[in-house]
T-cell receptor, first 118, second 114 residues
Framework: GAVVSQHPSRVICKSGTSVKIECRSLDFQATTMFWYRQFPKQSLMLMATSNEGSKATYEQGVEKDKFLINHASLTLSTLTVTSAHPEDSSFYIC??????????????FGEGSRLTVL | AQSVTQPDIHITVSEGASLELRCNYSYGATPYLFWYVQSPGQGLQLLLKYFSGDTLVQGIKGFEAEFKRSQSSFNLRKPSVHWSDAAEYFCAVGAFSSASKIIFGSGTRLSIRP
């Protein structure tokens, strides 16, 4: 079945640095990918919709300059947390829908990336 | 506005007992409904989904869910739970479109009593 791979799975960084998280659809093309954030013991909050070849669409309250999203190809979207601070520590999950011919539009999730900012 | 409500934050059932997790949704178009499971520190795994056809859908791990349009519900059920079913369960709704956002409920944490 379709697979979405996310890397790195865990990252620890110092406050003020930037961190990049990659999301790849391994066996299907994804014109749209989604980035979610999950706080401990809470649900997934949609941060933004990543669109191949165009700007991402951010949800209300999400800082565009803080969370840079680049969807440079049909199989890769990246989320860069810029000038990270401890409050950015969270579990970030990407997802993509397989809308190929004969597919069911299921949303596949990456394994998630746990970011810890010291 | 679209929304998903999971009224039960935490449920505890005995191993071998039946389970029902509730999900209600609000959606302006034909909904595409999902149930996902998440183990601690892990990503999400799809249990089942519904878009059209038979309103009772079968999923993996012995789970099933029934779509009831009149009640705007998509409850998840399992006849007999196993200790390995302890996890967080999320109901989600979207549209059948690649660009459609999928909105998640707040989740229900399932604990299994030995």
């Amino acid at each position: 079945g379709a697979v979405v791979s996310q890397h790195p799975s865990r990252v620890i960084c110092k406050s003020g640095t930037s961190v990049k998280i990659e999301c790849r659809s391994l066996d299907f093309q994804a014109t749209t990918m989604f980035w979610y954030r999950q706080f401990p013991k809470q649900s997934l909050m949609l941060m933004a919709t990543s669109n191949e070849g165009s700007k991402a669409t951010y949800e209300q309250g999400v800082e565009k300059d803080k969370f840079l999203i680049n969807h440079a190809s049909l199989t890769l979207s990246t989320l860069t947390v810029t000038s990270a601070h401890p409050e950015d520590s969270s579990f970030y999950i990407c997802s993509a829908r397989d809308m190929g011919v004969g597919r069911t539009g299921e949303l596949f999730f990456g394994e998630g990336s746990r970011l810890t900012v010291l | 506005a679209q929304s998903v409500t999971q009224p039960d934050i935490h449920i505890t059932v005995s191993e071998g007992a039946s389970l029902e997790l509730r999900c209600n949704y609000s959606y302006g178009a034909t909904p595409y409904l999902f149930w996902y499971v998440q183990s601690p520190g892990q990503g999400l795994q799809l249990l089942l989904k519904y878009f059209s056809g038979d309103t009772l859908v079968q999923g993996i791990k012995g789970f099933e869910a029934e779509f009831k349009r009149s009640q705007s519900s998509f409850n998840l059920r399992k006849p007999s739970v196993h200790w390995s079913d302890a996890a967080e369960y999320f109901c989600a709704v979207g549209a059948f479109s690649s660009a459609s956002k999928i909105i998640f409920g707040s989740g229900t944490r399932l604990s299994i009593r030995p």
